[in-house]
């Protein structure tokens, strides 16, 4: 059965819709209004072969805040949708991706317990229209609506190649994460339940 999840979230802030295919292609669709965000959904649906498509209205006249916090929290709702009870899945899961001088690692518990950490500091404050320490805000707005606990590090020099080895970093631990373990039936917990 295909796991998939779709959300459509309206705020006075946002207008947000979001469709996940957990075992896609990788094929993307995202116009967010903010050029390196779009990049950075982008990488991440093609590095954890997830299908996504994604449009959101978002009052950037202000600020990329409430754009990029509502996305994560829409996509972590569509996640936490097409993953159901969970049944059948690895849970756990850990990745360390490169990006020329840049390296991310993220470790990922499926578990229903949201919790999220980041450590480490961003080189630039902002890449484009991408205020830097959004990242981060993105990746705890995910983790607590799609009820994962998620570690995340970075080290680097340049904040572009920082965030985008973030991005594809969470990306590969959740596909791994998500992946059906074939033997296994149940919910992957000693409780029998997540």
């Given at each position: 059965?295909?796991?998939?999840?779709?959300?459509?979230?309206?705020?006075?802030?946002?207008d947000i819709e979001v469709s996940l295919?957990?075992?896609?292609?990788?094929?993307?669709?995202?116009?967010?209004?903010?050029?390196?965000?779009?990049?950075?959904?982008?990488?991440?649906?093609?590095?954890?072969?997830?299908?996504?498509?994604?449009?959101?209205?978002?009052?950037?006249?202000?600020?990329?805040?409430?754009?990029?916090?509502?996305?994560?929290?829409?996509?972590?709702?569509?996640?936490?949708?097409?993953?159901?009870?969970?049944?059948?899945?690895?849970?756990?899961?850990?990745?360390?991706?490169?990006?020329?001088?840049?390296?991310?690692?993220?470790?990922?518990?499926?578990?229903?317990?949201p919790l999220f950490r980041f450590d480490?500091?961003?080189?630039?404050?902002?890449?484009?229209?991408?205020?830097?320490?959004?990242?981060?805000?993105?990746?705890?707005?995910?983790?607590?609506?799609?009820?994962?606990?998620?570690?995340?590090?970075?080290?680097?020099?340049?904040?572009?190649?920082?965030?985008?080895?973030?991005?594809?970093?969470?990306?590969?631990?959740?596909?791994?994460?998500?992946?059906?373990?074939?033997?296994?039936?149940?919910?992957?917990?000693?409780?029998?339940s997540l």
């Amino acid at each position: 059965m295909p796991r998939t999840g779709t959300v459509t979230r309206a705020t006075a802030e946002t207008d947000i819709e979001v469709s996940l295919v957990v075992d896609g292609d990788g094929d993307s669709t995202t116009e967010t209004g903010i050029g390196f965000f779009d990049h950075m959904l982008d990488s991440f649906a093609k590095h954890g072969l997830f299908d996504l498509e994604i449009t959101c209205d978002g009052d950037l006249a202000i600020d990329d805040h409430h754009t990029v916090e509502d996305v994560a929290i829409a996509l972590g709702t569509a996640f936490d949708e097409a993953l159901g009870d969970r049944a059948g899945i690895r849970r756990f899961a850990d990745r360390k991706v490169p990006l020329d001088e840049a390296v991310a690692g993220a470790v990922v518990d499926v578990s229903g317990r949201p919790l999220f950490r980041f450590d480490g500091e961003l080189s630039q404050a902002t890449v484009g229209e991408f205020t830097s320490v959004m990242a981060p805000h993105f990746f705890r707005s995910l983790a607590m609506n799609a009820g994962l606990t998620l570690h995340t590090e970075v080290t680097g020099e340049n904040a572009h190649h920082e965030i985008e080895a973030l991005f594809k970093a969470v990306a590969r631990a959740l596909d791994d994460a998500t992946r059906p373990d074939e033997r296994r039936e149940g919910t992957p917990s000693t409780k029998g339940s997540l």
